[in-house]
């Protein structure tokens, strides 16, 4: 049997030693105990059910207002989750918040994203506009704004991107530079797509101090010289802000620096990681809402005079669209755990609590990214598939699905494109490995020297519920080994400019943790959900024998490409002890899960059952 190692599992594991970031890599699949959404407390419930209440009495009947930005309507509506404390819930206690985990922060973004234009607003505003603060203001700065953030008396939001950069987000060309009597710095240059700018008071502003020290900067909306353009007119998320912002010679405060001068990189790339961990479980909060949305019209609609739910091919959508839910789900609150008791080791009230945060978002940088191109990529393939469950109707705005189906596309775009992103996954790892901090190498040769050995495909890892499972899972993190660790060496500081090759390393790790994180929860939901396990295993299997199959042949491309010559057959036969003699049909899986969502009208597994 598989030994029980805790990873992690927030309050109930002291002693636990989390595993690391990436190191989801290192050891056999399966093997720890994992966070997940069956383990939530009751206080992270509440806070869930809260803002699910919210979101759907106060914020969905407006959906119509909110997309023509009706007048002072989404500060009103933010303010009123400011009554709710959701703005709170990441400010520290010492400066008048709840300083709460980040699984009860990030569930009440699953929640908000039932409204996709809401949500942004409300990421720019106590996530990317807010945080900046929390971690590298100064307590004068955090004493006197952050109560004010809280209420959303005052609105937030962050001002990276320009317009000649936006991946390259450190090539800014706006400068800020020091007045001649010392007091304030004097910012020049111009930002672009900003999230609510046009009802934003104060922004974190990022620009070049004598136009070569990256730093960021709190400015004050009605700083002279400071001009928010027009709104800009989206695909999507019409409701929320969007606007360029000009600054000439705008004077800030000189104690307005954030952090210190020229680290103002740092600063950008944790808020980011934080982001992204936000951003992945929004998606996956909006993706549940469409299947919702999708299920119920199926019910409704009849043709050739039968609802669509009895036709196996809707059936087959919706499992799809659940089994993709149930993986990000997986793979999201396992992050959130891992992000927890990490940040549990420091004291709440430590003033150097929120850089010991700050470390650790960035430890889990990896997994974040996961997150955010898993979750941004499932959510366009349900809105997809919801809207052609509606047919023709899917295409008519009176629907939402419609709305759903434009407000998901910026997904891939914001928070690091999904280029960037999957770049930064192995380049992450690989770094790691090279300075010692992530033992990868040695895991590789293992898995290398067995594969060149092993006559027979490797052996299930033990006989107990979805054993099979577990040995798919194996099998995935052993290939993705094999092909980094090849990749590696074949190409050296060469693979930094393969990028077609760091992509598909990149979708090999999202694989690995994606099956892993899986089948581990549904083998926990023996315990944890015993009245749902053969929904758990449904799902788990479905998504195990897809990752599976799609992870064999991504893993077989790499080492083609790398290998183009007769090495190749030496690799492809290693490959092949990867391999297993015997799957499933997944049909009557899909049909079951569909029949649960059809009967729930939504995704099956409700925390507030
Ligand atoms: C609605 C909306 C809201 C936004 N909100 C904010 C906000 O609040 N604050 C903020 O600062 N920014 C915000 N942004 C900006 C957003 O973060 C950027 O649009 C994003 O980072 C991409 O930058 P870009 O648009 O300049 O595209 P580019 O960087 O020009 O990228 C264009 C394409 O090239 C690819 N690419 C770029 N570099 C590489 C490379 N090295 N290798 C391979 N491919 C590459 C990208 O993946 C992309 O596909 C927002 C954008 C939108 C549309």
């Not at 636990?16 to 939530?40: Q, V, Y």
């Not at 609802?307 to 997986?330: C, H, N, P, W």
Request: charge should be negative; proline fraction near 4%.
């Amino acid at each position: 049997m598989v030994a029980q190692v805790h990873e992690m599992s927030p309050g109930s594991a002291a002693d636990a030693k989390p595993s690391p970031g990436g190191g989801f890599l290192l050891e056999n699949a399966c093997h720890r105990d994992i966070f997940t959404a069956e383990k939530f407390s009751e206080e992270q419930r509440a806070f869930y059910k809260t803002a699910l209440d919210f979101v759907e009495k106060e914020v969905v009947p407006h959906h119509k207002e909110i997309e023509v930005k009706a007048e002072g309507l989404m500060p009103r509506l933010l303010r009123k989750a400011g009554e709710l404390g959701f703005h709170m819930i990441d400010i520290p206690e010492r400066f008048g918040g709840l300083g709460l985990d980040k699984t009860t922060s990030l569930l009440v973004s699953e929640a908000i994203a039932r409204q996709g234009s809401f949500s942004v607003a409300l990421g720019a505003h106590n996530g990317i506009g807010m945080l900046p603060l929390v971690f590298y203001g100064s307590d004068a700065l955090r004493n006197e704004w952050l109560p004010k953030f809280a209420t959303a008396e005052i609105i937030g939001a962050y001002a990276l991107t320009e317009p000649g950069s936006g991946s390259d987000a450190l090539g800014a060309k706006t400068t800020a530079v020091l007045s001649p009597d010392g007091k304030h710095w004097i910012l020049n240059g111009s930002k672009m797509w900003i999230t609510n700018a046009g009802i934003a008071d104060v922004f974190t502003v990022f620009a070049k101090i004598d136009g070569k020290k990256f730093s960021a900067f709190f400015v004050d909306a009605k700083s002279p010289g400071l001009t928010v353009g027009a709104e800009e007119h989206k695909m999507g998320i019409r409701g929320s802000s969007t606007c360029a912002l000009t600054f000439e010679d705008v004077k800030v405060p000189k104690e307005n620096l954030l952090g210190e001068e020229g680290r103002g990189h740092k600063i950008a790339f944790n808020i980011l990681n934080i982001g992204r961990l936000r951003l992945g479980v929004a998606v996956m909060g909006g993706a549940k809402r469409v299947l919702e949305v999708a299920t119920l019209y199926a019910k409704e609609r009849k043709q050739f005079g039968k609802s669509l739910t009895e036709f196996r091919i809707i059936q087959q959508k919706l499992a799809d669209m659940a089994v993709g839910i149930y993986t990000a789900e997986s793979m999201s609150y396992r992050t959130t755990g891992l992000v927890d008791i990490a940040a549990s080791r420091s004291a709440k009230d430590d003033p150097e609590h929120e850089k010991h945060l700050q470390d650790v978002l960035e430890e889990y940088n990896i997994e974040s990214s996961i997150m955010k191109v898993f979750g941004s990529e499932v959510l366009d393939s349900v809105v997809d598939d919801g809207v052609q469950i509606h047919g023709g109707y899917g295409y008519s705005e009176e629907y939402a699905v419609e709305v759903a189906y434009r407000d998901s596309r910026i997904n891939r775009i914001f928070e690091g494109t999904n280029e960037i992103n999957r770049m930064l996954i192995p380049g992450t790892i690989l770094k790691r490995a090279m300075k010692g901090e992530l033992d990868v190498l040695p895991v590789a040769q293992e898995v290398q020297q067995s594969l060149s050995k092993a006559q027979s495909p490797i052996p299930p890892l033990g006989d107990g519920p979805l054993a099979q499972e577990v040995q798919l899972a194996e099998l995935v993190r052993r290939a993705t080994v094999y092909v980094v660790a090849t990749a590696a060496m074949k190409l050296m500081t060469e693979l930094e400019k393969e990028q077609e090759q760091l992509t598909l390393l990149a979708d090999m790790c999202i694989d690995t943790y994606a099956i892993d994180s899986t089948v581990r929860r549904a083998i926990q939901a023996a315990k944890d959900d015993p009245q749902n396990v053969a929904l758990h295993e449904a799902m788990a299997t479905v998504a195990a024998y897809t990752i599976y199959e799609r992870a064999l042949a991504r893993a077989r491309r790499i080492v083609i490409e790398l290998f183009p010559d007769e090495d190749q057959y030496t690799r492809a036969m290693e490959l092949r002890r990867l391999d297993i003699n015997e799957t499933l049909p997944l049909f009557p899986l899909q049909r079951m899960i569909a029949a649960k969502v059809i009967e729930a009208g939504a995704y099956p597994l409700h925390y507030l059952r």
